[in-house]
């Protein structure tokens, strides 16, 4: 449970707010150059398992965590889109806003989940 954890943490405050700081102050890379998307996926490989991972690990213990399977599912989907769009910037800002705080929202309820950090 406690790795579970630890990763929980290091989506939230890792990789979620670096999405956040390179959407709003990070280059803005183009998809159609093949050399910048390819920089892309090898920057992001390592985030995408570890986001997979959280699923995986979300989905073995659902019975002990706030979430429904749907609000893991969603979670994971959009902090995947959340880290093409901060390198790519092709979503307006409003509904980037509301992917962060999506994900941010269902990482905070694992993260101040009492019974969670009790069974630790």
């Not at 990070?26 to 986001?51: A, H, P, T, W």
Request: glycine share 0%.
């Amino acid at each position: 449970m406690q790795a579970f954890i630890d990763l929980t943490k290091e989506l939230r405050h890792q990789i979620l707010e670096n999405c956040f700081d390179r959407y709003e102050n990070g280059y803005k890379f183009n998809r159609k150059i093949y050399d910048e998307f390819y920089q892309v996926k090898n920057e992001s490989l390592n985030q995408f398992e570890k986001i997979e991972k959280w699923e995986e690990d979300a989905n073995a213990i659902v019975h002990q965590i706030p979430l429904f399977p749907n609000q893991i599912k969603n979670t994971k989907d959009n902090l995947e889109i959340m880290i093409l769009h901060s390198y790519f910037h092709d979503v307006r800002k409003k509904r980037f806003m509301e992917l962060y705080q999506s994900v941010m929202y269902n990482l905070d309820l694992v993260l101040n989940d009492v019974s969670i950090t009790d069974h630790s």
